[in-house]
């Protein structure tokens, strides 16, 4: 069965960096594309971009350009997410997501505080 | 694309109909000249699930008391009964346009 398993918890402080990542099985990697979401504390979900697991080629949303970097390791099916210069504002619980939102991971949730 | 839904909070008891509705600031025809229209759901405490795609395209697993429709910019998620595990919050999504966006999401209850 088709399966997105993601990392802990993290708690970073600001300025600092974090790699979120989300290990898939149950299905050909390459295949689908892997789309990153957040979710801030008690709001609405937000579309980070996504990554074109084929070619590497990602799609960043205009609001996190620059500040999310999707990469891949296709030998173990998993997927990257890292979110540089964090900000008090970016905790937030972070969802990976196959092709067309028909799987999801378990949410990695990023606490920003110094 | 703006997604717009209504209601943000809806409250409907046990047994009894609710209806959210989604609107989209343009046309939802992706590449492939269908309609890229989304509903999930996601509970409490967990990860978002979806229940319908392009459309109306009933997802695996989901209660034929739920339903989706929609045409042009307006799409509309059903439920005929209300149960007690369909509590939550439910978003549209549009998928045929970079960068992908949400809908507010509306928050549903029991009544």
């Known amino acids: 069965q088709v399966q997105l398993v993601q990392s802990g918890s993290e708690l970073k402080k600001p300025g600092a960096s974090v790699k979120i990542s989300c290990k898939t099985s149950?299905?050909?990697?390459?295949?689908?594309?892997l789309n990153w979401v957040r979710q801030a504390p008690g709001q609405g979900l937000e579309w980070i971009g996504l990554?074109?697991?084929?070619?590497?080629?990602?799609t960043y949303a205009p609001g996190f350009s620059g500040r999310a970097v999707f990469s891949l390791d296709t030998s173990v099916a998993t997927a990257y997410l890292q979110i540089l210069s964090l900000r008090n504002d970016d905790s937030a619980v972070f969802y990976c997501?196959?092709?067309?939102?028909?799987?999801w991971g378990e949410g990695s949730l990023v606490t920003v505080s110094s | 694309v703006v997604m717009t839904q209504s209601p943000l909070s809806l409250s409907v008891p046990l047994g009894q109909p609710a209806s959210i509705s989604c609107r989209s600031a343009?046309?939802?025809?992706?590449?492939?000249?269908?309609?890229?229209l989304t509903w999930l759901q996601q509970r409490p405490g967990q990860s978002p699930r979806r229940l319908f795609y392009?459309?109306?395209n009933r997802d695996s697993g989901v209660p034929d008391r739920f339903s989706a429709s929609g045409s042009g910019s307006d799409f509309t998620l059903k439920i005929s009964r209300m149960e007690a595990e369909d509590v939550g919050v439910y978003y549209c999504?549009?998928?045929?346009?970079?960068?992908?966006?949400f809908g507010q999401g509306t928050k549903l209850e029991i009544k």
């Open positions: 997501a196959r092709a067309s939102f028909d799987y």
């Open positions: 149950g299905y050909s990697f390459t295949t689908h594309t």
């Open positions: 990554i074109n697991t084929n070619t590497g080629n990602p």
């Open positions: 343009r046309s939802l025809v992706d590449t492939n000249g269908d309609i890229s």
């Open positions: 392009k459309v109306s």
């Open positions: 999504m549009q998928g045929a346009h970079w960068p992908f966006t």
